[in-house]
């Protein structure tokens, strides 16, 4: 139990559907933070959340939509993926952002595949 | 372009072995390097390394960074099946209010009884 829950924790969508990946920190943590992780390639940045507002959105396609309606929960929203899209999706939260030295704790991820 | 390479990238070693993972980056700004390891589930935080020449340990891991030559390893002696993982790396740079972070692809680690 790290202290970051995802859910759900398996998702198979098709291209055309509309689902979303939720996160929840018990932390009181006041960064959150959305990784890809795809086969044989380092984790991929997302989205940086500081106090609930995006600070970095590194180049993520629109399809991918973040929300954080506080600093607790995190969603990404997902419409019209494509199959390369397929991955694990990992979140995480740190207690501040992490150019001033804090270490980051990740959830258990949510593995997404895109028939 | 910030850049983090680990090396091997995959090893097989027996339970009692010693091994040396490689760390190696160029990112921009330098701020700290983190070592975590996954195991089929959430990587969990292992190190992090601020300063040069200051080894971390914890009981069979230890860590150490060399800011000079942009590297970092990390040592597992006496390996058991249960270190058995992918172990990444992760550098922090500045220029950003967030830190730009950047993984490596990771070192896949086997230890067989």
């Known amino acids: 139990e790290t202290g970051v829950t995802q859910t759900p924790r398996h998702l198979v969508m098709g291209m055309t559907n509309k689902k979303s990946l939720k996160c929840e920190q018990h932390?009181?943590?006041?960064?959150m933070y959305w990784y890809k992780q795809s086969a044989k390639k380092p984790l991929e940045l997302m989205f940086v959340?500081?106090?609930?507002?995006?600070?970095e959105n590194n180049s993520v396609p629109s399809r991918f939509s973040p929300e954080c309606p506080n600093s607790s929960h995190l969603f990404l929203h997902l419409h019209t993926l494509q199959p390369e899209d397929s991955a694990l999706y990992l979140c995480a939260s740190s207690q501040d952002l992490r150019a001033r030295g804090n270490t980051i704790y990740f959830g258990e991820g949510s593995w997404l595949t895109v028939v | 372009e910030d850049k983090v390479v680990q090396s091997p990238l995959s090893l097989v070693v027996h339970e009692g072995d010693t091994v040396t993972l490689n760390c190696s980056y160029e990112?921009?700004?330098?701020?700290?390097l983190l070592w975590y390891k996954q195991e089929k589930k959430a990587p969990t935080f292992l190190f992090m390394l601020t300063s040069s020449g200051i080894e971390k340990k914890s009981g069979r891991l230890s860590s150490i960074l060399d800011k000079k030559e942009l590297f970092s390893i990390l040592n597992i002696t006496a390996t058991q099946t249960g270190d058995s993982a992918v172990y990444l790396c992760?550098?922090?740079?500045?220029?950003?209010?967030?830190?730009?972070?950047?993984f490596g692809q990771g070192t896949i680690l086997t230890v067989h009884p």
């Open positions: 959340y500081s106090l609930e507002e995006r600070v």
């Open positions: 932390l009181g943590h006041n960064a």
């Open positions: 992760e550098a922090v740079g500045g220029g950003t209010s967030y830190g730009k972070l950047t």
């Open positions: 990112v921009t700004n330098f701020r700290s």
